[in-house]
């Protein structure tokens, strides 16, 4: 089966769409991830800083 030019160029698009879609989905998913990651690190330090400066006992 032969596709029309004009279908064949459709899917070009479609596809580099779909592509750039999933890029940017990536891109996103790192940036969460480099996020979630700073912030563990913030609350990390700031459990320390909050033992250090308890009362001592």
């Known amino acids: ?3 029309s030019k004009d279908l ?3 899917l070009k698009t479609w596809t580099a769409t779909e592509q ?4 940017r989905e990536n891109d996103a ?3 969460l991830t ?3 990651k700073r912030w563990v690190h913030l609350n ?14």
Not at 20 to 23: E, F, I, P, S, V
Not at 44 to 57: K, S
């Open 20 to 23: 750039a879609a999933r890029t």
């Open 34 to 36: 480099t996020e979630q």
């Open 29 to 31: 998913a790192q940036a």
């Open 8 to 10: 064949r160029q459709q």
């Open 44 to 57: 990390t330090r700031l459990d320390e800083l909050e033992r250090l400066l308890a009362p001592v006992r």
């Open 1 to 3: 089966m032969c596709l």
